[in-house]
């Protein structure tokens, strides 16, 4: 039996990825944790940017509830998530992540033998103690040898030492997780002694539970997009498509998809404005990129591959332009560059955002301008 197609417009599609993002409407603070769930992690790339992607969808957060959260109270985690890329986790999920996690491919050249030697090394020197980078590969190395700390493979900024190539593998472990910084340093902790042990899971079953939030959130999508986003082996992503049970077909102005075979209404996208950060995840997992992004991006040198590392207006819940923030402690402006003319409402509600993002990051004073841009990837 061919399955019903069921035909959505696009502004169902935006109105239904907002709601889910609580861009629509903010959920009550006593949900903050609950809501880095439900939009499957905050990417914490930069953590002033994990400030204002969380705040801005819980009512009344700042920086300070984040970091009681998630230092104090230990009910958000911070490790690698999807694509190797670091993220804040409920707690109390962490070992879903984990175990779907061990379903994507290790990025390293590392020899498996020297993997293993360099997690249980970092498992050894973590134990009962928090150390930044510097003191743990010190640690490392007097267990394994001095080849730990050659540089290794070409990353972003150079070449690493080899023993960093483990960090992430051991995070996917369990072995370690973020602790409270030192100064303007990361540290590690052991994660079985940052948080209470939890029930572990079976890859498969944890996988399944990562796809059905996926598409919770910011479905329709395809085997395909779920792969990119997840980092997984396209052929087991489709596999994992038609093993679901509670999909549906969807066709959208011609694109055709899959969602979850549920009935909620989807709230209107018209007339919403909002300012994201870089690496927000409404626009990491935003798709496909050619209805998401417009043609302005491009014909301003950008790539459509850019638009998550970037701060983004969006109108209507798709990108209408970038903006970007500077300022002290004490003081934030903000510069706002659409794509478009702007209306007077439409300005009003982006001036609204602008405060919104200063009371977060607990600026006491802030400016908007509207203009001319440079597009920075990183603050």
């Not at 109390?92 to 360099?118: F, H, K, V, Y």
């Not at 992430?168 to 590690?188: M, S, T």
């Not at 919770?216 to 498509?241: H, M, Q, S, V």
Request: proline share 8%; with cysteine.
């Amino acid at each position: 039996m061919i399955a019903r197609v069921r035909s959505l417009s696009w502004d169902e599609v935006w109105g239904r990825r907002l709601a889910r993002h609580f861009l629509l409407d903010p959920a009550p603070p006593r949900q903050l944790v609950g809501v880095a769930g439900a939009i499957c992690g905050v990417h914490a790339q930069l953590m002033p940017s994990a400030e204002v992607a969380l705040g801005l969808r819980v009512a009344g957060a700042t920086r300070a509830d984040l970091r009681a959260e998630l230092w104090d109270r230990r009910g958000l985690v911070k490790t690698y998530g999807p694509r190797g890329t670091l993220h804040l986790f409920p707690a109390g999920e962490i070992q879903l992540w984990l175990a779907a996690l061990r379903a994507a491919p290790e990025r390293t050249d590392l020899p498996p033998s020297q993997l293993d030697a360099l997690v249980a090394a970092i498992a050894a020197a973590l134990d009962g103690h928090a150390l930044t980078r510097d003191e743990l590969g010190a640690e490392v190395a007097a267990r394994v040898g001095p080849w730990a700390l050659r540089p290794g493979q070409q990353a972003f900024g150079g070449r690493p030492a080899r023993w960093t190539m483990a960090i992430g593998p051991a995070a996917r472990a369990g072995v370690l997780c973020f602790g409270p910084g030192q100064g303007n340093k990361v540290r590690y902790v052991r994660l079985d002694q940052w948080l209470p042990a939890g029930s572990t899971m079976d890859t498969e079953t944890a996988l399944a539970e990562v796809l059905r939030r996926f598409l919770a959130g910011y479905g329709p999508a395809t085997p395909r997009e779920f792969a990119r986003w997840f980092y997984l082996d396209e052929k087991r992503a489709t596999r994992l498509f038609e093993s679901a049970g509670d999909l549906e077909p969807v066709d959208v102005a011609g694109w055709r998809a899959w969602a979850l075979a549920d009935r909620d209404p989807a709230p209107a996208a018209a007339g919403t404005v909002r300012l994201l950060p870089h690496f927000d995840s409404y626009v990491v997992g935003a798709h496909p990129r050619q209805r998401f992004i417009p043609p302005e991006w491009t014909a301003r040198g950008l790539t459509r591959g850019t638009a998550s590392t970037l701060p983004v207006l969006l109108l209507d819940g798709v990108v209408a332009g970038i903006w970007q923030r500077r300022g002290t402690a004490s003081r934030l402006d903000i510069t706002v560059d659409p794509f478009t003319p702007l209306t007077a409402g439409q300005r009003d509600r982006v001036a609204a955002e602008a405060a919104r993002i200063a009371t977060i990051l607990e600026a006491r004073t802030h400016t908007v301008h509207f203009g001319p841009t440079a597009a920075r990837p990183h603050l």
